[in-house]
């Protein structure tokens, strides 16, 4: 079943920065050159990148540990999102524990300047909360400095006393508060205080620590940038933009760049440290995107600020770190080799808007191949907190040159178009998400693709979204393929990682007094009135939509007589992280829409 063409597209090298050296000498880069993501040293212009993890599994996140010739690497098994933190060397040599506590999640955070104190989270103490710890490397000992809720640790101040935490919300969906906890005395201060839902994105620090700026939609529908004085424990929006933006300083604070998404594009501009003028907007190659908003890590910038560091994936480049000399327009060129394979029917996508059935504006991109009325797959983000947009998917590239028209939606709930849209799908309302789907479908007659031949697709909150979608409008399409996706929201909730649960009901709805609603939005509910050919795929260990979301439905359509294919990977999790995975699932589901759609 094995497609040249698909398989080429899958194995053309991608590539994330993981972190920078203080002095920008350096940066680690976790590449997939072996099938999965490790973790290589690369020298600021490209040059002399060596490997330095040869795991079996992927590398989830890489951070320096100054001062030292150590590199923290987190690592899961199979998928289960348990990662473990080791220490690898940067000359070479086999991982050795930091923290490994088996059947124990811990998320690393950050690595202070000095390389003395290591934040990570761990559900260690009763499996349900988040809870931050610092390890001091001077002594090995290691402390709780925040305990309760569900907690990211983000970033130390640069003298090494404060840490900043993000808890998010319990009240409230996509809301969050930013914590600063001062490691000498334990105190915890609140930077934004609100009485509704909000926002705060971790700080980037100015260099003497007095300062910080921050992201926040606090009293406002688009987050800006604000900056918070250590001195005073007061802040003020300090820079006022048209879309979600943040912000990344140099280490010397002199300057700093703002980046945004555009309509899910990727913006970037230059402006000065302390008064936030503009300077210039950065261009950046074709269409594309950085590796998600918020950019992870942030893009670097160097102290002069002339030269910047980003992930970044166009349709025709799959991810790569991206080097930007910022005085020489148009100069931004990959760090690394790249990979690019593109078939001549390779075709960049077309921005589309229309009304929904309350009028709601509703943007979608459109590729459309050469083909005349090509049928259609519509391909749905997950998240629902995400967005789609412009990059490198070996899948959808291989659609188009099937002759087949790939449309994909930022429906109500997407995030980058402020905290009213976001907000649009929430709990109760989830199902009005589901009909922006139907409004998208309505308009492709005058697309030029035929309507009548349309399959829906998507991972995660994107499964969810193609099974509500086949069970809610059966008539409407072809096939379906969910990939990791919930079919019924209530046993979801009822069976996601302890962790998770409270966080998701915030976004869906609360098992003790929405439970009514939770099964009337269920895929599963619905059930009988699926009819369409569906593929499922899940991965075995995953901890967040359970495998069994799969199998009950997959089980009840064969029993219906409804065409149903289970495929789910033992060594996945939420997924399919690894290359030989993919290489094996997306020839199947390329050859069961070719089929449903009679192409």
């Not at 391909?379 to 412009?390: L, N």
């Not at 989830?430 to 030029?448: I, K, M, P, Q």
């Not at 009819?531 to 359970?546: C, E, Q, T, Y």
């Not at 359509?557 to 495929?567: D, Y």
Request: charged share 25%; glycine share 8%; proline share 6%.
């Amino acid at each position: 079943m094995a497609d040249d063409l698909l398989t080429r597209l899958i194995e053309a090298r991608s590539s994330v920065v993981a972190d920078v050296a203080a002095d920008g000498s350096e940066l680690l880069v976790r590449c997939d050159d072996t099938g999965s993501m490790q973790v290589y040293r690369v020298g600021a212009r490209g040059d002399d990148r060596v490997q330095l993890t040869f795991l079996t599994e992927p590398v989830s996140a890489a951070r320096y540990v100054p001062g030292t010739d150590d590199v923290v690497v987190a690592v899961d098994r199979g998928g289960n999102e348990n990662y473990q933190l080791w220490l690898v060397d940067l000359h070479g040599g086999d991982p050795r524990p930091l923290v490994v506590e088996e059947n124990v999640k811990h998320d690393l955070g950050d690595v202070s300047r000095d390389g003395r104190l290591i934040a990570f989270t761990s559900t260690k103490r009763n499996g349900i909360d988040i809870d931050v710890y610092v390890l001091d490397r001077s002594d090995g000992a290691i402390r709780c400095v925040l305990a309760g809720g569900w907690n990211r640790a983000e970033s130390f101040s640069p003298d090494g006393r404060w840490l900043a935490v993000v808890r998010l919300d319990g009240s409230y969906a996509i809301s969050d508060d930013l914590l600063l906890v001062d490691l000498e005395t334990g105190d915890v201060r609140t930077v934004v205080a609100r009485d509704g839902p909000g926002a705060a994105v971790a700080p980037t620090w100015y260099p003497d620590s007095s300062a910080f700026l921050f992201s926040t939609d606090a009293g406002r529908d688009v987050a800006s940038i604000a900056r918070y004085d250590m001195g005073t424990s007061s802040w003020c929006y300090v820079l006022e933009t048209e879309w979600d933006s943040e912000a990344s300083l140099s280490s010397d604070g002199q300057s700093v760049l703002v980046f945004h998404a555009e309509n899910a594009v990727t913006r970037l501009q230059l402006r000065h440290g302390a008064s936030l003028a503009h300077i210039r907007d950065i261009p950046l190659p074709d269409v594309g995107t950085g590796f998600g908003l918020p950019l992870v890590p942030r893009p670097y910038l160097s102290p002069d600020g002339a030269t910047a560091l980003l992930s970044y994936t166009t349709t025709a480049t799959p991810m790569t770190p991206l080097r930007i000399d910022i005085g020489q327009p148009g100069t931004a060129a990959p760090l690394l080799p790249v990979d690019q394979v593109v078939p001549a029917e390779l075709v960049a996508p077309e921005l589309q808007e229309i009304a929904s059935f309350d009028g709601e504006p509703i943007t979608y991109f459109l590729y459309r191949p050469v083909a005349d009325n090509p049928p259609v797959v519509m391909v749905v983000h997950g998240g629902p907190e995400a967005r789609f947009a412009p990059r490198y998917d070996p899948f959808i590239i291989r659609l188009v040159a099937e002759g087949i028209a790939v449309v994909a939606p930022n429906v109500r709930g997407s995030a980058g178009w402020g905290r009213r849209f976001i907000s649009l799908d929430d709990r109760r309302l989830r199902l009005d998400s589901v009909r922006d789907l139907t409004a998208v479908h309505a308009s492709l007659a005058e697309r030029g693709v035929d309507a009548s031949r349309v399959a829906v697709i998507g991972a995660s909150y994107g499964g969810y979204m193609t099974l509500a979608a086949l069970a809610f409008y059966p008539s409407l399409w072809a096939a379906g393929i969910a990939t990791v996706g919930i079919s019924s929201l209530l046993t979801f909730l009822e069976n996601t990682s302890p962790y998770r649960r409270r966080f998701r009901e915030v976004e869906y709805g609360f098992l003790d007094t929405d439970r009514d609603f939770l099964i009337e939005a269920s895929p599963m509910t619905y059930v009988d009135q699926i009819r369409a050919p569906l593929m499922l795929i899940h991965g075995a260990n995953d901890p967040r939509v359970p495998v069994s979301e799969a199998r009950q439905l997959h089980g009840s359509l064969v029993a219906r007589g409804v065409e149903s294919e289970l495929l789910i990977y033992d060594d996945e999790g939420h997924g399919l992280a690894k290359r030989a995975n993919r290489l094996d699932a997306s020839p199947r589901m390329l050859a069961f829409l070719r089929k449903n759609l009679d192409v």
